[in-house]
């Protein structure tokens, strides 16, 4: 197959996909059964905003081929991508069998947008055809209510970034990036995969870029101001097992002073103290800070992101 040809099947399919919005969360390319097969799920269900979740995707094809790695950037969708890995591929019943498994982290609640994923299959001569999983959407549960003033329930992602008001919009975009990149042959290269899962530690550093990127420190700063916090509560959470995302900071700040391993030195409390009380009045009290304090509560907390260790619990019985 010439790659003009190879380019239109593509782009037939591609066309396909984009008229397929209203698919179910399993995505696939046709019956299980057939001779070519490929389907991507999303768990769990349901999605939270800011949670670890994982797609999987499962390409089936006749003996003798094989697939070609599926290739993301940082993003798919409104989904950060964490990591991409695959496990190794089976043969059985004349049928050769690939999965990979994309982590996840949506970005935004609501209805998400699922861009088609284009998968290539390469034949024993070395000969590539195309398979593409239709497009869809999902849905992402909020974790907070933002009529409430309460803390606890704070967000754990970066902040929501502004969609189309329309599918469609969203559809047609899709279709006109995947045209580029279908063009300039990009889907047949392989890509390497990511060997280990992000940390806690890197994980809330690339929220806290995401925010800092994001513009909306100049347009809500109490928006702001709760995602900045969610950011370093979920963090603490994901190291000490303490549940900060589900206490106010009287509470949090209380529970580290009195907690029996004693995570947090003196000197630790004090910071997260000075941090989260600052912020707290400007999320509810009508006192807007000065831009060079936005800077000093952002630089804050990526200080402590970067610099926490929690501390080794005291041995039973004190000191012999």
């Avoid at 497009?135 to 907070?144: K, N, R, T």
Wanted: hydrophobic share 45%.
């Amino acid at each position: 197959m010439n790659s003009s040809s190879h380019l239109k099947r593509k782009l037939a399919l591609l066309l396909i996909a984009l008229l397929a919005l209203g698919a179910a969360p399993v995505r696939t390319t046709g019956p299980a059964d057939g001779e070519r097969y490929a389907a991507a799920e999303i768990a769990p269900d349901p999605v939270r905003l800011g949670r670890s979740a994982e797609m999987t995707i499962t390409v089936v094809l006749p003996a003798g081929c094989e697939t070609v790695p599926p290739e993301f950037g940082a993003s798919y969708g409104a989904m950060t991508v964490e990591s991409v890995k695959a496990d190794p591929p089976t043969l059985a019943g004349g049928k050769h069998t690939s999965v990979f498994h994309v982590g996840l982290i949506p970005n935004e609640s609501g209805e998400l947008f699922l861009p088609p994923i284009p998968i290539d299959a390469r034949d024993a001569s070395g000969a590539l055809s195309p398979l593409l999983i239709p497009a869809g959407s999902i849905e992402v549960a909020s974790q907070f209510d933002p009529e409430s003033a309460s803390l606890s329930e704070l967000p754990p992602s970066a902040p929501p970034v502004k969609r189309f008001p329309w599918i469609l919009a969203a559809a047609l975009l899709a279709g006109a990036v995947t045209f580029v990149f279908l063009a300039r042959g990009m889907f047949r290269s392989p890509i390497a995969f990511a060997a280990k899962e992000l940390s806690p530690r890197q994980r809330a550093l690339r929220r806290l870029d995401v925010l800092k990127n994001s513009g909306l420190a100049e347009t809500d700063l109490r928006e702001y101001y709760i995602h900045l916090t969610g950011i370093v509560r979920v963090f603490i959470e994901e190291t000490t097992g303490i549940r900060a995302p589900e206490q106010t900071t009287e509470e949090f700040l209380r529970h580290i002073e009195t907690e029996p391993n004693r995570h947090f030195s003196p000197e630790a409390r004090g910071r997260l103290a000075r941090f989260l009380e600052s912020a707290d009045m400007f999320k509810f009290a009508k006192f807007r800070p000065a831009p060079c304090e936005v800077a000093a509560g952002e630089e804050s907390a990526r200080d402590f992101l970067t610099t926490f260790e929690p501390a080794a619990p005291p041995k039973e019985g004190g000191a012999a």
